[in-house]
């Protein structure tokens, strides 16, 4: 059995990474990356452990070409995949590349048939058959979208899929285009195509209401072998289902196997915003700096006990440490620890005077940082 089929139905309780950081991540708004930016995070991403990996889309430029071509023969672990609409030329231009996986697609909803493509149900239904075929004709895998599947008439999509499968696709993806749909629907979704096909299915969710996370997830309890996610959940508009939160949530809440070394997540994470210049908002769950930052004291006091109280899921886990904040809501156990962290050790009266005076100061509407803490405590420890 070739990879592209390996990692799916036979363990059902493993989930298939597909990561498309470099396709659909590279179409945030405002990012471009270097060919050579490309194959360095390409090599981390493989790194990672994740199983499939969207080099990027071939036609779009020579540039382009180049970064797929150098990928495809980086002799990475991951199976390399570039994206084509469902024409010769594109197809093409990723066999060009050395690739020998592509994913093509083409639309299905009436909105996207009407008003983008021009083409009445009967055409696009051609075309993508055409497309399966002469992908298939030249040895390579396919996996075939129906962009839009999800505001698509059901019986055209299942009809469409069925059609791919016969044809000869190997995996079938369900994009939630516009990120319209909640968990529910992709549950369903995902269980009326597979009345239509044995074939590997995966989710492509997007995240215009803040939904994608828990869709991909609904997509994989279904049924769904694969979930397409990107590194920060970069992605068109809002982007799509993080990679990091995803992962965890199968890891903890789901118990479900995957292939991600999880200790890697953060030093990803941390790579592929420096290199497409998109800062991760800090209360961004798993990779956002203030994921494991504890401020109240009763947090504190708590995570000093016993981390479980407040931390779901272990730092280390994702390759990152806790850190606590001096503050306002910050307590005596707290502070203490910070302290500690500095080998500073204050008497009880001491620390009470060291927790006022920085809570005099947070009053005032200035956050703390740990120097002007330290220097709180240089002061009054050498005043007693
Ligand atoms: O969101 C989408 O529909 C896509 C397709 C190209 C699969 O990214
Ligand atoms: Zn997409």
């Known amino acids: 059995m070739s990879k592209a089929n390996s990692n799916n139905n036979n363990d059902n309780n493993k989930v298939r990474i597909f990561d498309t950081t470099l396709r659909d991540g590279e179409q945030t708004p405002g990012v471009t990356v270097t060919p050579d930016q490309k194959v360095q995070i390409a090599i981390k991403l493989d790194e990672l452990g994740v199983d499939a990996i969207e080099a990027g889309f071939p036609i779009v430029s020579q540039g382009e070409m180049q970064a797929v071509k150098t990928i495809a023969n980086q002799g990475l672990k991951a199976e390399i995949c570039g994206l084509a609409r469902a024409t010769e030329a594109d197809i093409n231009a990723a066999i060009k590349c050395d690739l020998k996986y592509v994913h093509t697609f083409i639309a299905t909803s009436d909105i996207h048939m009407q008003y983008k493509l021009k083409m009445t149900p009967e055409q696009v239904m051609d075309k993508a058959v055409k497309a399966v075929e002469y992908a298939k004709k030249h040895g390579m895998q396919v996996e075939f979208s129906a962009e839009d599947a999800t505001r ?64 991909a997830i ?36 789901y118990n479900k196997k995957h292939n991600i070394n999880t200790k890697l997540i953060y030093e990803t994470s941390k790579f592929v915003s420096n290199a497409m210049g998109i800062i991760v908002q800090p209360n961004k769950a798993i990779i956002g700096e203030n994921a494991f930052g504890h401020e109240s004291g009763i947090h504190t006091h708590g995570i000093i006990n016993n981390p479980l109280t407040y931390e779901p899921i272990a730092p280390e886990l994702v390759g990152r440490k806790r850190w606590l904040q001096a503050g306002k809501h910050a307590g005596a156990h707290g502070i203490r620890a910070m302290l500690e962290d500095f080998g500073i050790k204050p008497t009880d009266e001491q620390l009470k005077q060291i927790v006022e005076k920085q809570k005099n100061i947070a009053d005032k509407g200035k956050s703390i940082t740990t120097s002007e803490l330290l220097a709180i405590a240089g002061e009054i420890m050498g005043s007693t």
């Open 152 to 215: 698509s008439d059901r019986q055209f999509l299942l009809k469409v899929f069925k059609a791919v499968t016969d044809a000869g696709a190997d995996r079938i993806d369900i994009p939630d285009t516009v990120g319209y749909r909640t968990p529910d629907y992709i549950a369903e979704i995902v269980r009326d195509v597979k009345s239509v096909t044995a074939l590997p299915i995966s989710v492509h969710c997007h995240n215009d209401f803040g939904l994608a996370v828990a869709n």
């Open 218 to 253: 609904a997509g994989v309890n279904a049924g769904a072998a694969c979930a397409h996610v990107t590194i920060n959940g970069l992605g068109e508009r809002a982007g799509n289902a993080s990679l990091e939160e995803f992962v965890m949530a199968l890891e903890i809440l």
